[in-house]
């Protein structure tokens, strides 16, 4: 008899305490845009209050990748600034 093996995903893995699920209108925005390595972006991200993260990396054009100590909602960012290669 084999053995089986069962592989569990978790739905929104992306989506962590780690990395911030971007806006729809982000997502499409970064999607239409060219990637910087193979499945990131890099970019300047300006929050409302006027704080910018500086080149800071996201995932598959949705996921903005947080330091452990950050907690930014979507609704925080005013501007993404892509950095080109």
Known sequence: MGHQITLILKKGNMESNQNLKLSKKYCEYLESKPE????????DIELKDGT????????????????????????DIKTITLIEK
């Open 36 to 43: 910087y390595g193979m499945g990131y972006q890099l970019a």
């Open 52 to 75: 910018v993260l500086k080149k800071r990396t996201i995932l598959n054009s949705c996921f903005l990748k947080l330091n452990p100590d950050e907690e930014i909602k979507s609704r």
